[in-house]
């Protein structure tokens, strides 16, 4: 490769953030920053770095996939986020997407259920100096017992249907961003949380776009 033709991570994710995000309806402009400044090639397998920012998903090992940018910039937004909530990031992957949240949340809980890849993620959240984000090795699907409930909550793989579990580990008012599984296509979904804490939470919700994304592993999921 020559040198004019060198992979510049700084202006892939411009490229990105401008063509892939700005142009397709991302228009929370801290998410826009946000997905402007994290690494996304440090996240992915040394062979794939210059990849990390098409428009499309990438192989992490172990059968799991880092989402296209757009998806983790669309999970983002719908969550609404203003810089002071508590977010529990259920199927943290790769931990890009728990470094997103983390330039956007006070806190981050990632849960991973695979633990090579809780373990790296781990490593290179710390690497890059993450301090407000833990990585926990779990199954987190159906919410995590002891903790209180989270302000905000983003799911990273498709659910048969609405986790109960995380459903109640939300605060009134906080806001899950789920896909649900359909026949045709996952279907990225809002919920905002509109009781006041009663026996029987009441949820908003709205359809963010369809997409694809591996089964959610575990009590709140499929069994697998």
Do not use: K
């Amino acid at each position: 490769m020559s040198p004019d033709n060198a992979f510049d991570p700084a202006r892939a994710r411009a490229y990105m953030v401008q063509r892939q995000l700005r142009a397709r309806g991302i228009t929370d402009e801290r998410v826009l920053a946000a997905m402007g400044s994290v690494p996304r090639e440090r996240f992915v397998a040394s062979e794939l770095r210059e990849q990390a920012y098409e428009d499309g998903a990438l192989a992490i090992g172990h059968g799991q996939t880092i989402s296209q940018p757009w998806v983790v910039a669309a999970i983002c937004q719908g969550l609404e986020l203003t810089g002071t909530e508590r977010v529990l990031d259920v199927g943290a992957g790769s931990g890009y997407s728990s470094a997103v949240l983390a330039e956007l949340a006070r806190e981050v809980l990632a849960v991973e259920l695979i633990g090579a890849l809780a373990r790296r993620a781990r490593r290179v959240l710390a690497e890059l100096g993450y301090e407000n984000v833990e990585v926990r090795e779990g199954d987190a699907s159906a919410g995590v017992p002891g903790e209180e409930p989270f302000d905000a909550i983003a799911v990273h793989a498709a659910a048969p249907r609405v986790p109960a579990g995380l459903v109640a580990q939300l605060r009134p008012g906080g806001r899950l961003v789920v896909p649900i599984a359909s026949d045709g296509a996952d279907m990225l979904t809002a919920f905002r949380r509109v009781d006041e804490g009663s026996e029987h939470p009441m949820l908003e919700r709205y359809v963010i776009a369809p997409c694809r994304f591996v089964p959610l592993l575990g009590a709140g999921g499929y069994s697998g």
